[in-house]
């Protein structure tokens, strides 16, 4: 789902691979594609693969593909399941306490945003896919060539 305009959004925070904490504001200036998943769901298993290949495609600092891990025993099954499955191309990220799926106002896993350069959502997904297609490619692909413009923020919204 497509957003007519882009929507501001809480700011989340999580764990890198490193144990360090983040918010999605140390990712701004690159396109963001944030998979909320989870090491026991199988949907979530099942498109890790198409995720880990979509980030091959692209320079991090363009397009982050940032698979945030809602498990509570930390970044430690997460790290395991990458290793099964052979993914080479993203970082686990962690957030313990699943706050983020409340606060992103995701009623399910996996669920995925696609976040534009500012910082704002540009759509949504709830549910599985495979993303790594051509039609994904080259969406991100026109969202890597669009240079941030002067935002205006929806009324009640943070800078």
């Not at 909320?36 to 320079?59: G, I, N, Y």
């Not at 593909?65 to 430690?76: E, H, I």
């Not at 039609?135 to 009324?155: A, D, G, I, S």
Request: aromatic share 6%; charged share 25%.
């Amino acid at each position: 789902m497509m957003h007519e305009v882009p929507r501001g959004l809480p700011e989340i925070s999580f764990k890198d691979n490193a144990g360090r904490s983040l918010t999605l504001a140390d990712l701004r200036g690159s396109v963001v594609v944030l998979n909320v998943w989870a090491t026991w769901c199988s949907p979530c298993r099942e498109e890790m693969p198409t995720l880990d290949h979509l980030q091959a495609k692209f320079d991090p600092r363009d397009v982050a593909v940032v698979a945030l891990s809602v498990d509570r025993s930390g970044l430690g099954l997460a790290r395991k399941f990458f290793d099964e499955i052979g993914v080479r191309h993203l970082s686990p990220y962690n957030d313990g306490s699943a706050r983020a799926l409340r606060e992103l106002g995701l009623v399910g896993l996996p669920g995925t945003l696609v976040i534009d350069r500012t910082g704002r959502e540009i759509g949504r997904l709830l549910g599985s896919a495979e993303w790594d297609g051509h039609e994904t490619v080259e969406f991100l692909k026109t969202q890597v060539k669009r240079r941030p413009q002067n935002v205006t923020l929806e009324q009640g919204e943070a800078q």
